[in-house]
């Protein structure tokens, strides 16, 4: 059974999310936006997804391009919970991991760091 918790209460989680990462690294960050949407499409169990160009990937020419997207998906993360505790650690878990992936870190990578 998913976790029932409000759309506005999930999405103060992602904020917090947010604000756990280093200054340093969110400053680093370079347009990117993160959204929380209740479902992907085409894959329904997906927590999260980077979708842009990682700043290990951009060249000189990367200008004037729409922001990457960071989505945290809520009815996943909500179906994929027992309780609202696992739930903030996941959507934590969530953000980081698509965080990394704007930085360049593979998907291969992460799960070496536990990140998976």
């Known amino acids: 059974m998913p976790v029932a918790m409000p759309a506005d209460r999930f999405v103060e989680l992602v904020g917090e ?24 499409p085409d894959e329904p169990d997906l927590l999260g997804l980077y979708e842009g160009v990682a700043l290990t990937e951009r060249t000189a020419d990367y200008a004037g391009e729409l922001p990457d997207r960071i989505t945290v998906y809520r009815d996943a993360v909500l179906d994929f ?5 696992q739930v903030v650690d996941e959507v934590a878990i969530t953000v980081v991991h698509e965080i990394a992936h704007h930085f360049g870190i593979s998907e291969e990578k992460l799960h070496e760091l536990g990140w998976g």
């Open 81 to 85: 919970c027992e309780d609202e505790e």
């Open 17 to 40: 999310a947010l604000d756990l990462v280093p200054a340093e690294l969110a400053a680093a960050m370079d347009n990117v936006v993160v959204l929380v949407e209740p479902r992907h």
